[in-house]
C-alpha cells in the first residue's frame, strides 16, 4: 500500500528556473515531512521538513508549501542550479509507528545550464 | 560530529549465502533504523531499534533480522539470499525516541548477490 505519492517522477528544468515537485498522503496520523535529497552513490540528505501545524517553511532557495486540509505537501526549489540535480523524496513519519518513514517514490531532477 | 557510517560500503554474495552489514550511528543517537533502496519498490521500511530493542518492523520476510549493541551499534543480517536482496540497505539514526521522525542516513551498502 503506497501512502505516500509523489510526482513527477522526472523533471527538467532550466538553470535559474523553478523546480516543484508534490506529495499526497492518506494517512492522517502522519505528523512530520520531511524531504531528502539523494545524489549517486549517496545516502539520502535531510534537506528540509514541516509539521502540520505549519503552512509554509523557507530555507534558503527550499521551500515547503503544505496543504493539511488537502493531505497534499510540495518542495519548491527556487533559483534551480545544476548542483540540485538529484533525486528528491519526500517521505512521511507516523508516531505510533517507531522509526518508520514512509517515502514517496522518488523525483529525479536534471537542472540544465 | 561524524556522520552515520555504514561497512562494507560494498558487497558481493551468491545465492543461499548470509550476509551481515554494519551501522555505527552519529554519537549521542540512540534510534536505527534500517531500510532496502531498489529502483522499483523505492525507500522500504525494515526494522528500528533503541535501547537494543526492536520496536517496529516491516513487511519483510524473518530471512531479515537485526540488532543493536549497547554502544547504539546496529547489525542487520539476511540470511539465505535471493537474487532480489540486491540494494542498496542504508541505515538512519535519530537522537532518541521522542525525536525518532528527524533521521539521518549513511551512505549505505550496496549488496549485489549472483
Known amino acids: 500500500q503506497q501512502q505516500v505519492k509523489q510526482s513527477p517522477q522526472s523533471l527538467i528544468v532550466q538553470k535559474g528556473g523553478i523546480s516543484i515537485i508534490n506529495c499526497a498522503y492518506e494517512?492522517?496520523?502522519?505528523?512530520?515531512f520531511p524531504w531528502y535529497q539523494q545524489f549517486p552513490g549517496k545516502g539520502p540528505a535531510l534537506l528540509i521538513a514541516?509539521?502540520?501545524?505549519?503552512s509554509e517553511k523557507k530555507e534558503g532557495r527550499f521551500t515547503i508549501s503544505f496543504n493539511k486540509s488537502a493531505k497534499q505537501f510540495s518542495l519548491h526549489i527556487m533559483d534551480s542550479q545544476p548542483g540540485d540535480s538529484a533525486t528528491y523524496f519526500c517521505?512521511?513519519?507516523?508516531?505510533?509507528?517507531?522509526?518508520?518513514?514512509?517515502f514517496g517514490q522518488g523525483t529525479i531532477l536534471t537542472v540544465h545550464p | 560530529k561524524a556522520g552515520v557510517t555504514q561497512t562494507p560500503r560494498y558487497l558481493i554474495k551468491t545465492r543461499g549465502q548470509q550476509v551481515t552489514l554494519s551501522c555505527s550511528p552519529i554519537?549521542?543517537?540512540?534510534?536505527v533504523s534500517w531500510y532496502q533502496q531498489t529502483p522499483g519498490q523505492g525507500l522500504q521500511f525494515l526494522f528500528e531499534?533503541?535501547?537494543?530493542?526492536?520496536?517496529n518492523k516491516g513487511n519483510f520476510p524473518g530471512r531479515f533480522s537485526g540488532r543493536q549493541f549497547s554502544n547504539s551499534r546496529s547489525e542487520m543480517n539476511v540470511s539465505t539470499l535471493e537474487l532480489g536482496d540486491s540494494a542498496l540497505y542504508l541505515c538512519?539514526?535519530?537522537?532518541?525516541?521522542?525525536?525518532?521522525?528527524?533521521?539521518?542516513f549513511g551512505p549505505g551498502t550496496r549488496l549485489t548477490v549472483l
Open positions: 538512519a539514526s535519530s537522537l532518541n525516541r521522542r525525536d525518532t521522525d528527524t533521521q539521518y
Open positions: 494517512n492522517t496520523a502522519f505528523d512530520y
Open positions: 514541516i509539521r502540520p501545524d505549519v
Open positions: 517521505a512521511a513519519h507516523d508516531p505510533t509507528s517507531y522509526g518508520k518513514l514512509t
Open positions: 554519537s549521542g543517537h540512540r534510534s
Open positions: 531499534y533503541f535501547s537494543e530493542t526492536q520496536r
